[in-house]
């Protein structure tokens, strides 16, 4: 009986871990696509700005969600860090 229990769990952490990373996937189909933009007009790979936006508001929609803030900031900071590596490389010709 507890077997089945743990394997429905790991069964829903598998069927949540597929889902972020098509979600992820999106995402930076996105992200490139303004990557391509910025490359062609001129404006800088980061937006310093718009990315302490995003974390405060994500930050929030954390607290909301019952999910450390830091964590989500974390994680969230990661995406920022990878989405701007790859627009500096579109920016550089790469």
């Known amino acids: ?12 952490i598998d069927n949540i871990d597929a889902a ?6 999106e995402r930076f189909k996105i992200t490139q696509e ?14 310093p ?5 995003q974390i405060a508001r ?8 019952d999910l450390d803030p830091e964590f989500s900031e974390k994680f969230l900071r990661f995406i920022i860090d990878e989405v701007i590596r790859h627009h ?3 920016r550089d010709g790469e």
Do not use: C, F, N, W
């Open 58 to 65: 994500l930050r929030q929609l954390a607290q909301d969600a």
């Open 34 to 47: 303004v990557g391509r933009y910025k490359a062609e007009t001129g404006l800088a790979p980061a937006d």
């Open 20 to 25: 972020l990373i098509h979600m992820l996937a």
């Open 88 to 90: 500096e490389r579109l």
């Open 49 to 53: 700005g718009r990315e302490a936006r």
């Open 1 to 12: 009986m507890a077997d089945d229990m743990l394997a429905r769990y790991r069964q829903s």
